[in-house]
T-cell receptor, first 117, second 111 residues
């Protein structure tokens, strides 16, 4: 069965510092997608970053970047120069390509990120 | 660009009543989804739809009914609400680069 594990229920970081959130997944597939979503107190689910498994290069979006280790089935999110607005729940999600999955996402349990001013 | 809207945003109902949560998207995306999120948990898939008139069950479909007569609308109905259905409900659709985009959510309280 495909699973996504976020081993850190809660993380805290000082404003302006860097923090890394962990995510591991279990799959026998070779082609898939990985996502990080942010959920602030408003409860809106916001896409942070997306990675395609066939791409060697780690995805980057401004202060957010990932460390994708395909062999280790690891997909960590690094947030640089943390800001108060980054405080939220962060969810890691996995999906196999359309033909096999109907776009269904497998979700981790989430990591609560606290930013200390 | 309105994206995905959900209504109502907040709903209080009583056990046994029928409740319908609305979802509307302006992008003409084919795939749409309904999730529920309970405190301290990630999202669990209730139903999904590949296109108008095509729907299928997700992980937790019991007690819910969906329909999709038009591409842009995907209502979710709780036929006889139970307290265990108190949750936050999210609608989503697949967009650019096969990424799911979410509505703002509906907070449902069943008394």
């Amino acid at each position: 069965a495909q699973t996504v594990t976020q081993s850190q229920p809660e993380m805290s970081v000082q404003e302006a510092e860097t923090v890394t959130l962990s995510c591991t997944y279990d799959t026998s597939e070779s082609d898939y997608y990985l996502f990080w979503y942010k959920q602030p107190p408003s409860r809106q689910m916001i896409l942070v970053i997306r990675q395609e498994a066939y791409k060697q290069q780690n995805a980057t979006e401004n202060r957010f970047s990932v460390n994708f280790q395909k062999a280790a089935k690891s997909f960590s999110l690094k947030i640089s120069d943390s800001q108060l607005g980054d405080a939220a729940m962060y969810f890691c999600a996995y999906r196999i390509p359309h033909m096999d999955s109907n776009y269904q996402l497998i979700w981790g349990a989430g990591t609560k990120l606290i930013i200390k001013p | 660009d309105a994206g995905i809207t959900q209504s109502p945003r907040y709903k209080i109902t009583e056990t046994g009543r029928q409740v319908t949560l609305m979802c509307h998207q302006t992008w003409s995306h084919s795939y749409m989804f309904w999730y529920r999120q309970d405190l301290g948990h990630g999202l669990r898939l209730i139903y999904y739809s590949a296109a108008a008139d095509i729907t299928d069950k997700g992980e937790v479909p019991d007690g819910y009914v969906v329909s999709r007569s038009k591409t842009e609308n995907f209502p979710l109905t709780l036929e006889s609400a139970t307290r265990s259905q108190t949750s936050v409900y999210f609608c989503a659709s697949i967009g650019r680069q096969e990424t799911q985009y979410f509505g703002p959510g509906t907070r449902l309280l069943v008394l």
